[in-house]
């Protein structure tokens, strides 16, 4: 069998930068070896790009962060000659710059097959403004919401205050509209919180997304695939505390409960594979993403977010569901790679 070189790149300059250096050391881990020949690709902090050979100097000696470089990829000439050499990319950097449509319109550039969401679809993914302007257009329920420029508050913060009380209402969640892994997020309780959260907030983006707080059940479904995607049972997150916070997702200490499946009858799990299928098809993603819901009263399904880049941990929801419906971390890694040369060939024709 052919092996292919495969290369996984991940760090970057997002505030996941830590977590993407844990799935994709996951990944190339359980990546099928008679078929893939993994060849690493650490960004710093900064964006600067290591060498193969600088980044797995850097895992051997357990980083858990990388740092220096330059503050650009055009500095990085020796990695990029390396990146060159491969044969499709498998981009594993959370958030900013690498899930966002950045990272995925220079492998456009380059001409080179990528695992995932194409462009519009990874920057769709990543604004939440944008994500649910286009779930409304869609007919798709999501939280009532408003979206706030930084300016516009500091413009005339008592009138972004007054449109929030008088439309969602307390508790709200105050967001970054460009984040993820909840950095940023607030659950706001009452007036006194929300000048606290918007700064929260306006520290990782300009644009915030502030939206009425739904109690119920959170729900996760993993989909596959490109022109006919296919999805996974639903998983439910059942967090240790207030709301799914950075912590109660990262940390070891963390009693956030993952039950798979998820507790729902069947009619609200099919409700919820079905407007996976839908929300993936009508943001026009590709390769895979996690889909993301609330369920309120048992029965009433409501729009969360997709990610384009999920948590990729051995452990994480998006192959755990997999697993669950029936195939394996390293058949999934496999396929999804697949469809990343199946993509390409696609777009390639004449
Ligand atoms: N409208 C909402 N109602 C209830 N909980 C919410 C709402 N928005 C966010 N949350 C809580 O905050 C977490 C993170 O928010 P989310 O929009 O998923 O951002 P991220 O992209 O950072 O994961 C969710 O998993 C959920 O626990
Ligand atoms: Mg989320």
Redesign the pocket.
């Known amino acids: 069998m052919v092996r292919r070189r495969v290369a996984a790149i991940f760090g970057g300059r997002s505030g996941e930068h830590e977590v993407s250096i844990l799935s994709a050391r996951s990944v190339m881990q359980a990546l099928d070896t008679d078929r893939w020949d993994v060849v690493p690709f650490g960004i710093t902090r900064s964006g600067a790009w290591l060498t193969p050979a600088q980044t797995r100097q850097a895992l051997a000696a357990g980083q858990r962060a990388f740092v220096g470089g330059g503050a650009s990829f055009l500095s990085s000439s020796e990695a990029l000659a390396a990146l060159a050499t491969c044969e499709v990319a498998f981009p594993l950097v959370h958030g900013t710059y690498g899930e966002d449509g950045c990272l995925q319109g220079f492998l456009e550039m380059a001409a080179m097959p990528y695992t995932g969401a194409g462009v519009a679809a990874s920057a769709i993914g990543m604004d ?1 403004a944008l994500m649910k302007a286009l779930f409304r257009e869609a007919g798709i329920r999501t ?1 009532r919401y408003a979206v706030v420029r930084s300016w516009e508050l500091t413009a005339g913060g008592v009138q972004a205050q007054e449109y929030i009380e008088s439309t969602l209402g307390y508790p709200c ?1 105050v ?1 970054p509209a460009n ?5 940023g ?1 607030t659950k706001v309780r009452s007036r006194e919180d929300l000048p606290g959260a918007f700064n929260a907030a306006f520290a990782y983006d300009d644009k915030a997304v502030v ?5 119920g059940q ?1 729900v996760e479904c993993s989909v596959l695939g490109n022109e006919a995607p296919e999805v996974s049972i639903p998983g439910e ?1 059942v ?1 240790d505390r207030e ?3 950075y912590d109660s997702k990262y940390d070891p200490r963390s009693r956030t409960a993952h039950n798979i499946p998820a507790n729902i009858p069947q009619e609200t799990a099919d409700q919820v594979r079905e407007l996976a299928l839908r929300m993936y098809t009508v943001m026009g993603c590709e390769g895979y993403a996690r889909v ?1 819901f ?1 369920v309120r009263n048992v029965t009433e399904v409501i729009a ?2 997709v ?1 384009t880049i999920p948590g990729f941990t051995s452990i994480s929801m998006y192959p755990k569901l997999w697993e669950a419906t029936g195939v394996s971390y390293r058949d999934l890694l496999t396929r999804i790679l697949e469809l990343a040369l199946e993509r390409h060939q696609r777009r390639a024709r004449p």
Do not use: L
């Open positions: 939440k939280p969640f967001k984040g993820g892994s909840s950095v997020v939206e009425e707080a739904i109690s959170e997150i967090p709301f799914y916070d993301d609330f969360n977010e990610n």
